[in-house]
């Protein structure tokens, strides 16, 4: 088991690095094996998600005791089209699984899903088909089924490995470079909706900086605010996530990100897993 460890670690680094990085490799340690215990439930390790279920949320508040399955919302397909912006700032989403308490009459009232999903709106030429109604009867129940989908054995209209085939690859989470994706303009980002986003003046992007982990061979963390900011705004992080007005004043460590807070929040989650340490940690030592 060490031994599995030491060797992944060998690989992220190097033998040269390794060398100086004792004081960091023991923390290392102790930090994947911690958060692999975090991640099992009642002593069963959890699996790692298959790329197309990295970022899949299931919503289940009310379905159920409506009558019908609960919800499944991919990321994936969503964030190839949108900004994490457009969604958790303009729309009101809230980042965690359930948070939103979605009800089918504000769907049916164009909120949520219902802001794009309201038969109505046209996204590359796809008129994007209707959220909740009333009643599910005949033809209208296949289309409940598109999301009220859990358990059933639902037909998808967009395969996941179809749709991603030409997009850059990285090796955790969705198997996707989306930041490269979204620079290379594979994908191009919808960050404006007509009737719901509210035009205004860009704010000034902060530079670039390095956070210190503050432990002897460890690599330094370089933070891109320019690279952030073209999926999350400035608003998806400040002042929820980091309060941001002077760089220090957040105190975190890589435990508290593991627990999902901080850049655990997204890191976790949607964008690409904590798994991949030389990602953030990437300044050479
Ligand atoms: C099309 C809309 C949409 C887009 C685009 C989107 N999200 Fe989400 N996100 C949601 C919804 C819906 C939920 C679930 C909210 C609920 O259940 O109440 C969610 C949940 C989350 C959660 C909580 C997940 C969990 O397991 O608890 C995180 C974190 C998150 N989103 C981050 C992001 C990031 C980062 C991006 C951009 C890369 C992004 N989202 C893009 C709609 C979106
Ligand atoms: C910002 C716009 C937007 C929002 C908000 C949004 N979607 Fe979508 N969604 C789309 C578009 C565009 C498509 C693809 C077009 C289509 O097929 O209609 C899509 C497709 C889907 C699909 C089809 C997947 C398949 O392969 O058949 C599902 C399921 C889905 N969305 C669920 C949801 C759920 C659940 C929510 C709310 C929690 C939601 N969406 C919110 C824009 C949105
Ligand atoms: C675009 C995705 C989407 C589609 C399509 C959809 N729903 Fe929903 N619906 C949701 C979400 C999200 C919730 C909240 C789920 C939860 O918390 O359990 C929901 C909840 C509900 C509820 C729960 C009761 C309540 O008071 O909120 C009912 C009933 C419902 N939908 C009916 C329907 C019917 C009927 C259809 C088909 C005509 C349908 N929905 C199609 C997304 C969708
Ligand atoms: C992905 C999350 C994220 C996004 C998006 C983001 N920031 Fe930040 N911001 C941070 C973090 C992390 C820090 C450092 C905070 C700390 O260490 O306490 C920070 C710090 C700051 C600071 C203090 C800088 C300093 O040197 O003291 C300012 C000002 C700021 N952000 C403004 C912005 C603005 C303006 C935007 C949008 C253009 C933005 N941020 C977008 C995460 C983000
Ligand atoms: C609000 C969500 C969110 C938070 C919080 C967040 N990130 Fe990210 N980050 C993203 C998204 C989205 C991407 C795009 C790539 C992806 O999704 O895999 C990204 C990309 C990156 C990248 C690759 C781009 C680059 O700069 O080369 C690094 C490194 C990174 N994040 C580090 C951090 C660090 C360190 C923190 C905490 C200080 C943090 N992130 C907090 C959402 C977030
Ligand atoms: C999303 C970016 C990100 C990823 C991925 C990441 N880290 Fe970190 N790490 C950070 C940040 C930010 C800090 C805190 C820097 C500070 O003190 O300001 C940190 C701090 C640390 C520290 C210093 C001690 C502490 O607890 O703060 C260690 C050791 C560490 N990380 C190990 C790892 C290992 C091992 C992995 C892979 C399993 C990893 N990190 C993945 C962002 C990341």
Not at 101 to 129: E, L, P, S, W
Request: charged fraction near 25%.
């Amino acid at each position: 088991m060490k031994y599995v460890w030491y060797s992944e670690i060998n690989l992220f680094w190097g033998e040269n690095t390794m060398k100086k990085a004792l004081p960091a490799l023991f923390l290392c340690l102790v930090l994947i094996v911690g958060a692999g215990l975090a991640a099992g439930q009642g002593g069963i390790k959890k699996k790692r998600p298959l790329p197309p279920d990295y970022g899949k949320v299931v919503i289940s508040n009310y379905s159920e005791r409506a009558g019908l399955s609960p919800v499944v919302f991919d990321h994936w397909l969503h964030r190839a089209k949108f900004t994490c912006r457009l969604c958790h700032v303009d729309i009101g989403f809230a980042m965690k699984a359930g948070g939103t308490g979605i009800r089918a009459a504000d769907n049916m009232r164009g909120y949520y899903c219902g802001t794009c999903h309201n038969g109505k709106r046209v996204f590359d030429g796809i008129t994007v088909f209707q959220s909740c109604a009333k009643q599910s009867s005949g033809d209208a129940e296949e289309t409940c089924e598109r999301c009220h989908s859990v358990g059933k054995r639902v037909k998808k209209e967009y395969d996941f490995y179809k749709v991603t085939a030409k997009y850059p690859r990285e090796r955790f989470g969705n198997g996707i470079d989306w930041q490269k994706a979204e620079e290379d303009g594979t994908i191009k980002l919808v960050d404006y909706l007509d009737g719901i986003s509210i035009k205004r003046p860009s704010l000034a992007i902060q530079k670039d900086f390095a956070l210190s982990p503050k432990v002897q061979g460890m690599p330094d963390i370089i933070f891109s605010h320019k690279k952030h900011t073209a999926w999350n705004g400035c608003e998806v992080c400040h002042p929820e996530i980091f309060v941001g007005v002077k760089r220090g004043t957040t105190k975190y460590s890589m435990v508290e990100i593991f627990e999902g807070k901080y850049c655990g929040v997204c890191h976790s989650t949607v964008a690409f897993p904590l798994l991949d340490c030389q990602r953030c940690h990437s300044k050479p030592v």
